[in-house]
């Protein structure tokens, strides 16, 4: 039986490939980015619950926790996408 050929090497950076494969290798920004947007959902909904907005210290925390991860998400996200273009 014949030797089978090597596979091909694996590529030298992770930044490697196109611009498409953003998702796969910034799949943690983009869930912090999907859970903050969640959140701040939830929150607002809360917050709004009684007409105007009215919250206690809970759901405060709860909004600026939200507005964190979005904050976080967008920025690895925003570094990934100048990292894929360079």
Same mark, same amino acid.
């Given at each position: 039986?014949?030797? /089978?050929?090597?596979?091909? *090497? *694996?590529? /030298?950076?992770?930044?490697? #490939?196109?611009?498409?494969?953003? $998702?796969?290798?910034?799949? &943690?920004?983009?869930?912090?980015?999907? %859970? #903050?947007?969640?959140? %701040?959902? !939830? #929150?607002? $909904?809360?917050?709004? !619950?009684?007409?105007?907005?009215?919250?206690?210290?809970?759901? &405060? %925390?709860?909004? +600026?926790?939200?507005?964190? %991860?979005?904050?976080?998400? +967008?920025?690895? $996200?925003?570094?990934?996408?100048? $990292? +894929?273009?360079?």
């Amino acid at each position: 039986m014949p030797p /089978s050929p090597a596979p091909p *090497p *694996p590529p /030298s950076s992770p930044q490697a #490939g196109p611009p498409s494969r953003l $998702i796969s290798r910034e799949a &943690l920004g983009f869930w912090f980015l999907g %859970l #903050g947007a969640l959140g %701040l959902v !939830r #929150g607002w $909904i809360r917050a709004t !619950r009684h007409g105007g907005f009215d919250t206690e210290t809970v759901g &405060l %925390l709860w909004l +600026a926790g939200s507005a964190l %991860l979005v904050l976080v998400g +967008a920025v690895r $996200i925003w570094r990934a996408l100048r $990292i +894929a273009r360079r």
